[in-house]
T-cell receptor, first 112, second 114 residues
Framework: DAKTTQPPSMDCAEGRAANLPCNHS???????VYWYRQIHSQGPQYIIH???NNETNEMASLIITEDRKSSTLILPHATLRDTAVYYC?????????????FGQGTRLTINP | ETGVTQTPRHLVMGMTNKKSLKCEQH?????MYWYKQSAKKPLELMFV???????ENNSVPSRFSPECPNSSHLFLHLHTLQPEDSALYLC?????????????FGPGTRLLVL
């Protein structure tokens, strides 16, 4: 799996959009970009994933650059409950053992 | 609530004890996983099962012994653990094993080895 780079921590004001960047410069053409988050002492929670096009769901939006070397997760109206560690992961669409390789992630703190 | 439950939620055990962690998924998935998360470290994949068959053992010491009797249940048997094995143990499941298959995680079992 391609390696990802994320800032270790970020702050955002409640009600504002939180934009979390991720670099994956060695990504290959068929690797998906996944985002998970982990609220303190809980299991990771799936947020969104994409391949080439931008994606949006009820939780967030995912913007992937045209060269696919980086992406941004957007939480449009952050709340205090969005405080968590956010993980960006890239994965190949292959059969066999599936691995989610978690890095250190970005610790996002939403401030009142 | 993700549809993946884990028991117990907390466990304290001595180094000579034998205990088991249980995971159950109510999602009709075919693949199940054990992860370990030590303090201030990223999650580490331990084991992967697909249709009850183990497909991945990520160099885990033999004092951790997984068991998958069916696609809905996954156990992690613990024997003669060390204090450094204290961690959050997370179970996950997915429909299949392709990269487009989302993994759903349970709440974890927080283990303390004394």
């Amino acid at each position: 799996d391609a390696k990802t780079t994320q800032p270790p921590s970020m702050d955002c004001a409640e009600g504002r959009a939180a934009n979390l960047p991720c670099n994956h410069s060695t990504i290959s053409g068929n690797e998906y970009v996944y985002w998970y988050r982990q609220i303190h002492s809980q299991g990771p929670q799936y947020i969104i994933h994409g391949l080439k096009n931008n994606e949006t769901n009820e939780m967030a939006s995912l913007i992937i650059t045209e060269d696919r070397k980086s992406s941004t997760l957007i939480l449009p109206h952050a709340t205090l409950r969005d405080t968590a560690v956010y993980y960006c992961i890239v994965r190949l669409p292959i059969q066999g053992a599936q691995k989610l390789v978690f890095g250190q992630g970005t610790r996002l703190t939403i401030n009142p | 609530e993700t549809g993946v439950t884990q028991t117990p939620r907390h466990l304290v055990m001595g180094m000579t004890n034998k205990k088991s962690l249980k995971c159950e998924q109510h999602l009709g998935h075919n693949a199940m996983y054990w992860y370990k998360q030590s303090a201030k470290k990223p999650l580490e994949l331990m084991f992967v099962y697909n249709f009850k068959e183990q497909t991945e053992n990520n160099s885990v010491p033999s004092r951790f012994s997984p068991e998958c009797p069916n696609s809905s249940h996954l156990f992690l048997h613990l024997h003669t653990l060390q204090p450094e094995d204290s961690a959050l143990y997370l179970c996950a499941s997915s429909q299949g094993q392709g990269a487009r298959e989302t993994q759903y995680f349970g709440p974890g079992t927080r283990l303390l080895v004394l």
